[in-house]
């Protein structure tokens, strides 16, 4: 199994306030096609998860450009230039370039 | 807009097996693949397994003895069971739909099944 390490493990953030989320994986996320399966989900409390970025750095439809990612090979980071009241909750990071695996989460709150 | 509604039992006896249906509305099961992710109460995701709707699946390693996976095209359904279920098993059961790029896109509410006599 490829092990995903997110830190830290729980993050308060300013409102306005850029804030950061790193992923780290146990082995390479590099794919035989050359393509890094790796995502980034974000959850609120008593809500399902829902996806943000997939592919390292690809914003799926409807986040807000406030969210980046980034990285390569085993180190993955996911940005928020500006923190707003809604994106408190949790945030994982999931590769699926083997049997999909998550990271433990980071919560991420407001000061 | 696509959706995805479980559907199942909320509570499951010990050493029973636990069987979920998850319906997809607004758009064809074709063409995806098929999760089931869970997530025990206060805990993170675990990945449990998917289906292609040409029915070729793959499971977690530490579920696979216990998992099996199905998907009915004609009703737009894929469904899960986990036999032998334990106190551990019990968690919210979410459905999702994975895309060609290997993310989880659209997800169900989640339903929570409890392991309990």
């Known amino acids: 199994d490829i092990v995903m390490t997110q830190t830290p493990l729980s993050s308060p953030v300013t409102l306005g306030q850029p804030a950061s989320i790193s992923c780290r994986s146990s082995?390479?996320?590099?794919?035989?096609?050359?393509?890094?399966?790796l995502s980034w989900l974000h959850q609120r409390p008593g809500q399902p998860p829902r996806l943000l970025i997939y592919?390292?750095?690809n914003r799926f439809s409807g986040v807000p450009d406030r969210f980046s990612g980034s990285g390569a090979g085993t180190d993955f980071t996911l940005k928020i230039s500006r923190v707003e009241a809604e994106d408190v909750g949790v945030y994982y990071c999931m590769q699926a370039t083997q049997f999909p695996t998550f990271g433990q989460g980071t919560k991420l709150d407001i000061k | 807009q696509v959706q995805l509604q479980e559907s199942g039992p909320g509570l499951v006896e010990p050493s029973e097996t636990l069987s979920l249906t998850c319906t997809v509305s607004?758009?064809?099961?074709?063409?995806?693949?098929w999760t089931w992710i869970r997530q025990p109460p206060g805990k993170g995701l675990e990945f449990i397994g998917y289906?292609?709707?040409?029915?070729?699946?793959d499971f977690n390693p530490s579920l696979k003895s216990r998992v099996t996976i199905s998907v009915d095209t004609s009703k737009n359904q894929f469904s899960l069971t986990l036999s032998s279920v334990t106190a551990a098993d019990t968690a919210v059961y979410y459905c999702a739909r994975g895309t060609y790029t290997r993310a989880t896109d659209y997800w169900g509410q989640g339903t929570l099944v409890t392991v309990s006599s």
């Open positions: 082995q390479s996320l590099v794919d035989s096609d050359g393509n890094t399966y």
């Open positions: 607004g758009g064809s099961i074709s063409n995806y693949y």
């Open positions: 592919k390292i750095s």
């Open positions: 289906i292609y709707n040409s029915g070729s699946s």
